[in-house]
């Protein structure tokens, strides 16, 4: 069973840039489509953005698309979340998050593997 760590968040001023990664343990990781939500405080777990589990497929959330891009290298086992023109209200923090299947997935219940979670904060 794959178990993820993410690292990469900090604080950014807004207009900014910052870039996740989320490693991955176990030999499987290729059989897993891939992951970022973000919960800011007193806010439900919200979907970031998915990618199948060669690469060959994504999808963002509208809140996100055309500034974040989702990628992985299977080689690595790490999926990455490169985040530009960060505003404000992308603050929260960002969980990656895993499970087995050809497809992408974007609901929380989707997804049976999550890591720990890394903190963004963006500056005004």
């Known amino acids: 069973q794959v178990q993820l760590v993410e690292s990469g968040g900090g604080l950014v001023q807004a207009g900014g840039s910052l870039r996740l990664s989320c490693a991955a343990s176990?030999?499987?990781?290729?059989?897993?489509?891939m992951g970022w939500f973000r919960q800011a405080p007193g806010k439900e777990r919200e979907f970031v953005a998915t990618i199948s589990w060669n690469g060959g497929s994504t999808y963002y959330a509208d809140s996100v698309k055309g500034r974040f891009t989702i990628s992985r290298d299977n080689a690595k086992n790490t999926v990455y979340l490169q985040m530009n023109s960060l505003k404000p209200e992308d603050t929260a923090v960002y969980y990656c998050?895993?499970?087995?299947?050809?497809?992408?997935?974007?609901?929380?219940?989707?997804?049976?593997?999550w890591g720990q979670g890394t903190q963004v904060t963006v500056s005004s």
């Open positions: 176990g030999r499987t990781f290729s059989s897993y489509a």
């Open positions: 998050a895993a499970r087995r299947g050809s497809l992408y997935y974007i609901r929380v219940y989707d997804y049976d593997r």
